[in-house]
């Protein structure tokens, strides 16, 4: 079987940066193997991103000043795309679209093998860089099974006949939701178990908050979801401290975590929990970039693509044979 040098797990920014940064290692682009579940670049942005929310390059206090190739301003979605896209072609990566990893075995001459659906590669080391946008919090409450269809973690297939519609967070990407589909001319509420919005950056505080004096959005604070039934195929919502309401579809926003079940699934266990440039995994030779490495902190684009040109440099110290 052919050694890979490096086997790249996710090809968001910060696979794709690591992938950019192995080259200008040494490294040549038959080394190194790019394995992407979905059939995409950069494929939870693609997927999740409404095209009106921007792509910031840098999130609340992750300032990140850019130290490899990849660097970014905020975008619109699409320009991202479009960039990522440029990367890829310019640098001629190759992607293994629809590759999902079942299993990381370390070998006992201290290698690697990444088994796929479909495939086995061998490799001196793997970076991890599939992010947590996939681990969306959940409600955690009775959800009727008839209506289970009608709650979303994202605004992207929500449609306009769909007119009242419920927003539950309190961070960036409620408020942002919330924004577009006022804009979009939906009927709104959000549902935030504070009094007060503590965690939204000032633009979109200032943007969410205005909407709520306008009475665009009705604003429920102090509250939690407690359960939602099938009301005629709609959603029956009811609260701890409010009277119920009945919408057309509920948004949860209630932000991401690390996908922990999945990572011990294929083999990998990380116990740090707090944020770095980027996380070791105990054995060795595995090593987690992007929003995996960020902590609760959060992650951005730049820290991301930071986050693996340092990697490689860490790997290239160790366990890889590149140049200066």
């Known amino acids: 079987m052919v050694i890979h040098p490096v086997i790249i797990i996710g090809a968001g920014p910060a696979g794709i940066a690591t992938a950019v940064e192995v080259l200008n290692r040494g490294y040549k682009k038959e080394d190194i193997i790019i394995l992407e579940k979905s059939g995409e670049i950069a494929h939870m942005i693609a997927a999740k991103y409404p095209d009106e929310k921007p792509v910031l390059a840098n999130y609340k206090e992750r300032i990140a000043e850019c130290i490899g190739d990849l660097c970014i301003t905020d975008m619109t979605k699409p320009e991202f795309i479009d960039y990522m896209k440029e990367i890829v072609n310019k640098k001629g990566l190759k992607i293994h679209f629809h590759q999902s990893v079942e299993k990381i075995v370390k070998l006992k001459n201290g290698q690697w ?128 401290t409010h009277e119920s309401i009945v919408v057309d579809g509920v948004v949860t926003a209630l932000g991401s975590e690390r996908p922990k079940t999945y990572l011990k699934q294929i083999g990998i266990s990380v116990e740090k929990e707090d944020g770095d440039d980027f996380l070791e995994n105990e054995q060795g030779g595995i090593f987690m970039v992007g929003d995996l490495a960020s902590g609760k902190s959060g992650g951005s684009i730049n820290f991301a693509f930071n986050s693996g040109t340092k990697a490689v440099s860490k790997a290239c110290s160790l366990y890889l044979d590149c140049d200066a």
């Open 113 to 240: 093998r990444v088994d796929t659906n479909d495939d086995s590669w061998i490799t001196n080391v793997v970076f991890v860089a599939i992010g947590n946008m996939s681990s969306a919090r959940t409600l955690g409450v009775r959800i009727d099974d008839s209506i289970a269809n009608l709650i979303y973690d994202d605004i992207q297939t929500i449609k306009s006949n769909q007119k009242d519609i419920l927003v539950v967070g309190g961070g960036d990407s409620a408020g942002e939701y919330a924004q577009i589909l006022v804009s979009r001319g939906h009927k709104v509420w959000m549902s935030y178990r504070k009094e007060h919005f503590a965690r939204m950056i000032p633009q979109n505080l200032e943007k969410t908050q205005s909407l709520i004096n306008e009475g665009k959005i009705n604003f429920l604070p102090n509250s939690i979801v407690t359960k939602i039934t099938d009301s005629n195929q709609r959603c029956s919502v009811s609260f701890n």
